[in-house]
C-alpha cells in the first residue's frame, strides 16, 4: 500500500512519482557503453564506434544529436523534426537487410541513438577496389550487393517509407556480407502522410543520385525516385565511379530550388534526352522549359554497360531502373525478381563469401575525436575492447554466410517484421571505372570529390 506522502502526492502530481522512478532507474551513456572511437560528424551531430559494457561485449555505432545553435549560442529548442522522424521510423521497423536500431538514450537534453554496427559501407568498397586493389567489383559481389540492396528497400516500400538519400554512403555491409541501410535522417511515410512530401523537405536525395522528376521540379513523386537511386548504386559498383556526377546548383538567398543544369547534362549525356514518348509528364515539369534550351542527346547506356556490366541482362536491370517515366521505371519487387539475379554468377547472402583473404576490404577505421566535449572518452575495458575485436576474421564470414536464408541461396524467405568534372562522352572516347552524419567534402585518391561516410 502507498504511504500517506506517496497518496498526497499522486493526488496533487501524479507524475511526480513517475518521473522520480524514471530518474532514479535511468542509466547514462557512460555506464552502458565504452567508446572505442570517433567514426565521422556532420550536420546533425557526431557518430562513435561503442562496445557495450555487459557481458557480451557486443559492438554498436552510437549517434549522438548536436544542440541546436542560435548564433554561437547553443539553445535548447527541443528535438529536431529529422531526429523524431528518424527514431520514429527506425522503431517501427525490423529487417535483416536495414540497419537496426537498439535503444534510443536522452541525456543533458542530447539525444543519443545506439545502432548495430557494421564493419564497411558501399563507399568503403568503392574505394577499395579503385584505389587499393585496382580491379573491378567481381560480378558475383556486385549482384549480391544490389539484391540485398533492393530487398531491404522493398521492405521499406511495403511499410510505405521512402528512403529518398540512397547513396554508397549510406549503405553499410558487415563482416559476414550482410548489407543494411542506413541513414533514415530524409526518410519518410508515404501513405497518407500528414503533409505534402515536397512541404517538409525542397531538396533530398544527394545530386548525383536524384531522379530525373525531381531534377525537373516535381512537387509530386513515389517510391521511384529510391529505384533511380538504386540505379545509380548499381552503376557506380560497375564502374567505381559515379555515373552521373554532376555540379549542384545551390539554393538562392530565398531558398529556392534552382534548375539543375549540369546534374540534367550528366544525365542526358548517359540516357539521351527524354522526349514525351520516353515520359508523356515531362511536358508538365516546372523546368521543361528550361531542359528544352540544352543541348540535345541519344541514349548511350548501352555503350557505357559494354565493358562495366558484361551483361546482357545486367544492362536490361539498369535500363528499367533508368526509366525517365516514373510510372513504368521498376518497383524495388519487380527489380528483385529480375532475371539478372537468376543467371549465373548468383547472388548470396554473404557477399563476401567468394572474395580472397588477401582483397578483403579493412574494417572502417576510427579516430579519437577531435571534439570530445561532445561526449568524453572514458577508460576503456580492455578485455570488452579485445573482444570486440576478435571478430574481424574473415573466416568467420563464410560460416555464416545463410544465416538470414529458410531456403538456402538468396532468394529463401526473408526475415522481417510483417509489415562532374569529366563527362561521359570524354570518359567512353577513353574506354580500353547511414549512419546519418554528413561530413565535410573531401577528395579521395581518385580524384573525385565525395563525402566520407554517412554511417548507422
Same mark, same amino acid.
Given at each position: ?10 493526488? !496533487? ?47 554498436? $555505432? ?65 574505394? !577499395? ?22 530487398n531491404?528497400? =522493398?521492405?521499406?516500400h511495403?511499410?510505405?517509407?521512402? !528512403? ?7 549503405? =553499410?555491409?558487415?563482416?559476414?556480407g ?21 512541404a ?24 521511384a ?8 548504386? /548499381?552503376?557506380?559498383? $560497375? ?11 545551390? @539554393? ?38 528550361? /531542359? /528544352?534550351k ?22 536490361? @536491370?539498369?535500363?528499367? =531502373? ?7 521505371? =521498376? ?17 548470396t ?8 583473404? !588477401? ?8 579516430t579519437?575525436?577531435?571534439a570530445?566535449?561532445?561526449?568524453p ?23 555464416n ?15 522481417s ?35 566520407k561516410?554517412?554511417?548507422?
Amino acid at each position: 500500500m502507498p504511504d500517506e506522502w506517496s497518496t498526497n502526492v499522486l493526488q !496533487h502530481d501524479p507524475m511526480r512519482l513517475y518521473r522520480q522512478k524514471r530518474d532514479t532507474s535511468h542509466r547514462s551513456v557512460a555506464s552502458k557503453y565504452a567508446i572505442l572511437g570517433f567514426i565521422s560528424s556532420g550536420t546533425y551531430g557526431r557518430v562513435y564506434k561503442a562496445q557495450s559494457l555487459s557481458d557480451d561485449g557486443s559492438i554498436h $555505432a552510437i549517434k549522438k544529436f548536436k544542440p541546436d545553435k542560435e548564433g554561437d549560442v547553443i539553445t535548447y529548442t527541443g528535438i529536431s523534426q529529422s531526429a523524431i522522424r528518424e527514431i520514429a521510423l527506425n522503431r517501427e521497423i525490423d529487417h535483416e537487410n536495414i540497419v537496426a536500431l537498439r535503444e534510443v538514450i536522452l541525456e543533458d537534453k542530447s539525444i543519443y541513438m545506439v545502432f548495430e554496427y557494421a564493419e564497411h559501407d558501399f563507399l568503403q568498397i568503392i574505394h !577499395h577496389h579503385s584505389q587499393t586493389i585496382r580491379s573491378a567489383i567481381p560480378q558475383v559481389v556486385l549482384k549480391s550487393l544490389i539484391y540485398q540492396l533492393i530487398n531491404g528497400l =522493398l521492405y521499406l516500400h511495403s511499410c510505405h517509407i521512402l !528512403h529518398r538519400d540512397l547513396k554508397p554512403a549510406n549503405i =553499410l555491409i558487415t563482416s559476414k556480407g550482410v548489407v543494411k541501410i542506413g541513414d533514415l535522417g530524409l526518410a519518410r511515410l508515404c501513405y497518407e502522410p500528414l503533409q505534402p512530401l515536397f512541404a517538409g523537405d525542397k531538396v533530398v536525395v544527394t545530386i548525383w543520385y536524384r531522379a530525373p522528376e525531381l531534377l525537373m521540379g516535381a512537387k509530386h513523386y513515389n517510391k521511384a525516385v529510391d529505384s533511380w537511386a538504386v540505379g545509380c548504386v /548499381m552503376a557506380e559498383l $560497375a564502374s567505381l565511379r559515379p555515373i552521373f556526377k554532376g555540379e549542384e546548383a545551390k @539554393l538562392d538567398s530565398k531558398k529556392n530550388v534552382p534548375f539543375q543544369r549540369d546534374q540534367l547534362l550528366r544525365i542526358f549525356e548517359v540516357m539521351g534526352t527524354p522526349d514525351k514518348k520516353d515520359w508523356p509528364g515531362v511536358v508538365d515539369m516546372p523546368e521543361y522549359h528550361n /531542359m /528544352m534550351k540544352l543541348d540535345p542527346y541519344t541514349n548511350r547506356l548501352q555503350e557505357w554497360c559494354h565493358t562495366r556490366i558484361r551483361s546482357h541482362q545486367g544492362y536490361d @536491370l539498369l535500363c528499367r =531502373l533508368f526509366a525517365y517515366d516514373p510510372n513504368i521505371r =521498376l518497383t524495388a519487387k519487380e527489380a528483385l525478381q529480375h532475371k539478372w539475379f537468376h543467371e549465373d554468377p548468383k547472388p548470396t547472402w554473404n557477399a563476401f563469401e567468394t572474395v580472397a583473404a !588477401h582483397q578483403f576490404p579493412p574494417h572502417r577505421r576510427i579516430t579519437q575525436d577531435e571534439a570530445p566535449s561532445m561526449m568524453p572518452l572514458p577508460t576503456q575495458n580492455t578485455s570488452h575492447h579485445n573482444n570486440g575485436n576478435n571478430n574481424n576474421n574473415h573466416n568467420n564470414n563464410t560460416n555464416n554466410s545463410n544465416t538470414n536464408n529458410n531456403g538456402g541461396g538468396p532468394f529463401g524467405q526473408s526475415h522481417s517484421k510483417p509489415p562532374s568534372s569529366a563527362s561521359f562522352a570524354s570518359a567512353v572516347s577513353g574506354v580500353s571505372a547511414g549512419y546519418g552524419v554528413q561530413t565535410t567534402t573531401t577528395t579521395g585518391g581518385s580524384g573525385h570529390s565525395r563525402k566520407k561516410a554517412r554511417l548507422g
